[in-house]
Every structure is written in structure tokens, then in C-alpha cells.
């Protein structure tokens, strides 16, 4: 396998299902600064607060020009459920081959109660509008980190 993405590094060339089950690619991002965050699971606490998070500040980071991406496993359907349920604004996609997982290096043994599998580490890239990525934020703590991220796009003028 191949190191994951770090600073410096261009935007791959991914493709994503959209809870509608189209497709989006993430160079479609190309030309605007760019947030993609990838989460565990679908309507779990942590993983819902960040999704409310972003889905309260969207606004603001499309005034600084940025798209913002959430990504997880999670089916598109079950997307659109946890969309519906809590009102998101911020958009989801799956990652269902693991190919952004994998370049992102966010696919990780974990170990939960003395038991260990794969799962997806939180994490969050912010890359400039030429697709380059400026900032990374791994094993990412819910509470305020939306406001980080939020500020570092401030900062890229």
C-alpha cells in the first residue's frame, strides 16, 4: 500500500456514491478550498455532533468559498436517513471500495473492550483551491474542532 496523503499532496483522483447514488469525484472539488472529513458511523454521537457542526457553519465555509464533504462506509441510504433525521445540510458520500480510506490512510486497526478491527479514524484535510492539501487534523475530538477547521480556511485568504 502507498503512504497515505500528507501536506503537499494533490487532491486523488476518488470517486464517491451521493446518498442519491450518483457519483462525485473529488477533483471535482478542484478550484475551491475543499474540507473533506471522514467519520465512523452514521447517527452515533460523536459522529452526529460533527455532522451538526458542519451542517451549522456550512454557510460560513461557502462564504469563504469552500465545499465541504463528509465520507464514511455507510450505504447511501443510510446516509440519506441520517440526513433526514437530523436535518444535515452538509453533504455525505460513501466510500464503498475503501479507495479514499486507503489514500487517506484513515482505514486503521482499532480496538475497542480488548477486541480489535478495522474501522475508520476521524479525521479531517483542508486543501487550497488547487487542489493542494495545506492542513490535516487525525484522530480528530468532536467538541470545537468544526470552529478549528473553520478558522485554518480563514487563513488561507
Not at 500500500?1 to 503537499?8: K, L, T, V
Not at 488547487?130 to 473553520?150: A, E, M, T
Request: proline letters at 5%.
Amino acid at each position: 500500500m502507498a503512504a497515505p496523503i500528507d501536506e503537499g499532496d494533490k487532491l486523488p483522483d476518488i470517486d464517491l456514491t451521493t446518498p442519491s447514488g450518483g457519483k462525485v469525484n473529488l477533483r471535482d472539488y478542484l478550484g475551491k478550498p475543499f474540507i473533506l472529513y471522514f467519520y465512523p458511523k452514521d447517527d452515533t454521537s460523536g459522529c452526529t455532533r460533527e455532522a451538526q457542526d458542519f451542517s451549522r457553519l456550512l454557510g460560513e465555509f461557502r462564504a469563504h468559498g469552500a465545499e465541504v464533504l463528509g465520507v464514511s462506509r455507510d450505504t447511501p441510504i443510510k446516509h440519506q436517513k441520517f440526513i433526514d433525521k437530523y436535518d444535515l445540510t452538509v453533504p455525505l458520500a460513501t466510500d464503498d471500495k475503501n479507495q479514499a480510506m486507503e489514500a487517506f490512510g484513515v482505514w486503521v486497526q482499532k480496538t475497542l473492550y480488548g477486541k480489535t478491527y478495522m474501522g475508520i479514524d476521524r479525521a479531517t484535510y483542508l486543501f487550497n483551491a488547487q487542489g493542494i492539501l495545506v492542513r490535516v487534523w487525525r484522530r480528530v475530538r468532536v467538541p470545537g474542532h468544526v470552529i478549528d477547521v473553520l478558522e485554518a480556511l480563514k487563513e488561507l485568504g
